[in-house]
C-alpha cells in the first residue's frame, strides 16, 4: 500500500520561498503520478501541481511561474518548490499518488497534509 508523507512547511513570510517533500513508499515509484493540492479554511481543494509518471508538469494558474515540481526517482520524493509566496498561498498542503499503470488502474493515495502560512 502506498504511503506519502509530507515535510517542508511552515510559517514565512510575503515574497520568501519553501520547498515542499513528499516522500513515496510502499509501491514501484516510477508507475505513479504524483500531485500537490492545496486547501485553505472553508475553500474546497484544489490542484496546485501535477507531474506524471514521463515528468510532464501542470500548473494552477495562481501558482505558474511561482512554483515548480519535480520528481526525484531514486529518493522516491516529488518536490514542490514555491518561490514568492503569498498570504493566499496559505493553506493546507496535500500530496496526491494517483497509479497510471497499468492504464485501467484507479489506485490512488493521499498524504496527511502540511500546513503553508504565509505572513503579510
Known amino acids: 500500500q502506498v504511503q506519502l508523507v509530507e515535510s517542508g512547511g511552515g510559517s514565512v513570510r510575503a515574497g520568501d520561498s519553501l520547498k515542499l517533500s513528499c516522500r513515496h513508499s510502499?509501491?514501484?515509484?516510477?508507475?505513479?503520478?504524483l500531485g500537490w493540492y492545496r486547501q485553505a479554511p472553508g475553500r474546497q481543494r484544489e490542484l496546485v501541481a501535477h507531474?506524471?509518471?514521463?515528468?510532464?508538469?501542470k500548473y494552477a494558474e495562481s501558482v505558474k511561474d511561482r512554483f515548480t515540481i519535480s520528481r526525484d526517482t531514486d529518493k522516491t520524493t516529488v518536490y514542490l518548490e514555491m518561490n514568492n509566496l503569498q498570504p493566499e498561498d496559505t493553506a493546507v498542503y496535500y500530496c496526491?499518488?494517483?497509479?497510471?499503470?497499468?492504464?485501467?488502474?484507479?489506485?490512488?493515495?493521499w498524504g496527511q497534509g502540511i500546513q503553508v502560512t504565509v505572513i503579510s
Open positions: 496526491k499518488a494517483e497509479r497510471e499503470f497499468p492504464p485501467d488502474s484507479h489506485d490512488s493515495a
Open positions: 507531474i506524471d509518471s514521463y515528468s510532464v508538469a
Open positions: 510502499g509501491s514501484v515509484f516510477s508507475i505513479w503520478a
